[in-house]
């Protein structure tokens, strides 16, 4: 970022965000969905050792016993003051588009969903046994988070209804690995996907495209995940199986295309590849894309500091002299 907006390390850190829009607009992009700041100054990781220490300080009993101590989604539901929330959102929308100048402001939201696998909170050990041996302490925070996620799909469908944001989001859960799913496709039919849908229901009321966010070998579940009414999908690890060849021809629920949300990789092509391979990789995209899917580029997951500059400034030049 320093290099592509001329600011020094000092400029940087009194101001990250205003930096990051910058160096979108240098480069430029159209639109943002998130601004990453690393968590502390000289770092670059959004995850630190402070909060693994704060997860591996959990036991599966700690677990369970904050679980039941926290209030259920009938509580959940009477505590949510709608207006006080909804003036927070639109003001944050409003202060975050002005701040972004010309670049539409996309915001994705990472509560819009239920949450089935709680390792970020919990470590993963005790996420993945949380299901098995506590079912009914798992049942009961799936539920709370279905309604937290519902309360905020609440709040976005009504700004996009006012024309206060885009209607597309990215959401979503890493639910899957390099080798799959991390939780029993059964399990998630059974109990996760109809809260999904509840949870989604007012944002597929005023007709919002969501984009969900998919690592890993997604394809054991993914015809699960669009019939819960999904309008597109971002990441794609190719080393996975997640190939646009076939994806594309994915319709949703409704019979729509698909909005792909990539493919650009942050595993091969832009930290390993020539900027030559970058380029050939955004035509190879859009003509995949071409008459069968909606295309919006975009990385796989963050660029991290592996990629090297010269490969993040010919994804953007190549994007642009090949648009048309």
Avoid at 121 to 135: I, S, T
Wanted: hydrophobic content about 40%; overall charge negative.
């Amino acid at each position: 970022m320093q290099s592509i907006t001329r600011c020094t390390e000092e400029e940087y850190w009194a101001d990250p965000a205003h930096w990051a829009v910058r160096a979108e607009q240098a480069l430029g992009s159209d639109g943002m969905v998130d601004i990453f700041v690393p968590i502390q100054k000289g770092g670059y990781r959004c995850v630190d050792q402070h909060v693994m220490d704060e997860r591996s300080a959990y036991t599966l009993e700690s677990v369970v016993a904050e679980i039941e101590s926290q209030p259920g989604p009938e509580g959940v539901r009477a505590s949510f003051d709608e207006e006080s929330a909804y003036a927070r959102l639109t003001a944050d929308l409003a202060a975050t588009q002005e701040r972004c100048k010309s670049v539409v402001w996309c915001p994705a939201d990472w509560d819009l969903n239920p949450i089935a696998l709680w390792y970020h909170r919990f470590g993963y050990e005790n996420a993945l046994m949380l299901p098995v041996l506590h079912p009914q302490a798992h049942a009961r925070i799936l539920r709370v988070s279905a309604e937290r996620a519902r309360q905020r799909a609440t709040l976005h469908a009504r700004s996009i209804a006012a024309g206060l944001q885009p209607k597309a989001i990215l959401f979503g859960e890493d639910l899957c690995g390099r080798n799959g799913p991390m939780i029993s496709p059964e399990f998630l039919r059974r109990q996760y996907y109809p809260l999904l849908e509840y949870a989604l229901e007012p944002l597929r009321s005023v007709g919002a495209r969501l984009i969900w966010h998919c690592d890993g070998d997604v394809r054991p579940i993914l015809d699960d995940l669009i019939a819960c009414g999904l309008s597109g999908l971002q990441g794609f690890q190719r080393e996975c199986g997640m190939e646009l060849e076939w994806i594309v021809k994915k319709r949703s629920r409704e019979g729509n295309r698909l909005i792909i949300f990539g493919p650009l990789s942050v595993t091969q092509t832009l930290p390993h590849g020539t900027p030559d391979d970058v380029r050939a990789e955004v035509r190879r995209a859009m003509e995949i894309c071409r008459d069968d899917a909606s295309l919006v580029f975009f990385t796989s997951n963050t660029i991290t500091p592996d990629v090297p500059l010269e490969n993040v400034r010919a994804f953007w030049e190549e994007v642009h002299a090949s648009r048309w």
